[in-house]
């Protein structure tokens, strides 16, 4: 079974505009920790936020913010205010067991964003 | 990416022939992690470290072996190259797995195409 699902192969969205990135998961552990990831053209990984199973709140990292539905199993990536400089690859990807410890990071299929001028 | 550096960056092989792919890291890390990326595919754990002298596999390890003779270092081996092997190969390393957040590092990858 997946892990993690991300169901939009691409998106596009106008620059200056909001996007919101689909991402949901699958576990039966009380402690896991979700990431999502950029990856440009140019093929380096880049971290970009972080929501622990546990968190009050949900987590925002400049124009990122992290929607964590937990009930739904959602963790869905919202990018405010577009640049052109969003265009890339966006990997959503899940830790399992933080607290009893686990050596693996699953990562989704990823969405291609397009931001357009 | 600073503190991952896998090298080589860029590399040609003939169907048959072997290679090592190396990653080190500077932020003495316990964790260190080898993925390969198909298109559509995301990353696919092969193997991974969680300590000088361990190794385990993760999700696709056929073909491939590697090494932590080191802490710093981490070994991915093909002995017998195959044009399936050809892909973006990521490493990656972090703290104890008991802290979160971006404690994952990742290198800039590796492109090997085997003809």
């Known amino acids: 079974a997946q892990k993690i699902t991300q169901t939009q192969p691409g998106m596009f969205v106008q620059e200056k505009e909001a996007v919101t990135l689909d991402c949901t998961y699958d576990?039966?552990?009380?402690?896991?920790?979700l990431f999502w990831y950029k990856q440009p053209s140019s093929g380096e990984m880049i971290f970009l936020i972080y929501?622990?199973?546990?968190?009050?709140q949900n987590a925002t990292e400049g124009r990122y913010s992290l929607n964590f539905q937990k009930a739904r199993k959602s963790a869905n990536l919202v990018i405010s205010a577009s640049q052109l400089g969003d265009s890339a690859m966006y990997f959503c990807?899940?830790?399992?067991?933080?607290?009893?410890?686990?050596?693996?990071?699953?990562f989704g299929k990823g969405t291609k964003l397009t931001v357009n001028p | 990416n600073a503190g991952v550096t896998q090298t080589p960056k860029f590399r040609v092989l003939k169907t048959g022939q072997s290679m090592t792919l190396l990653c080190a890291q500077d932020?003495?890390?316990?964790?260190m992690y080898w993925y390969r990326q198909d298109p559509g595919m995301g990353l696919r754990l092969i193997h991974y470290?969680?300590?000088?002298?361990?190794?385990a596999k993760g999700e696709v390890p056929d073909g491939y072996n590697v090494s932590r003779l080191k802490k710093q270092n981490f070994l991915l081996g093909l002995e017998s190259a195959a044009p399936s092997q050809t892909s973006v190969y990521f490493c990656?390393?972090?703290?104890?797995?008991?802290?979160?957040?971006?404690?994952?590092?990742f290198g800039e990858g590796s492109w090997l195409t085997v003809v």
């Open positions: 990656a390393s972090s703290r104890d797995r008991r802290f979160s957040g971006n404690t994952i590092y």
């Open positions: 576990t039966s552990d009380p402690s896991y920790g």
């Open positions: 929501q622990g199973s546990y968190d009050q």
């Open positions: 990807a899940m830790r399992e067991g933080i607290q009893g410890g686990s050596e693996k990071l699953v």
């Open positions: 932020m003495n890390h316990e964790y």
């Open positions: 470290s969680v300590g000088e002298g361990t190794t």
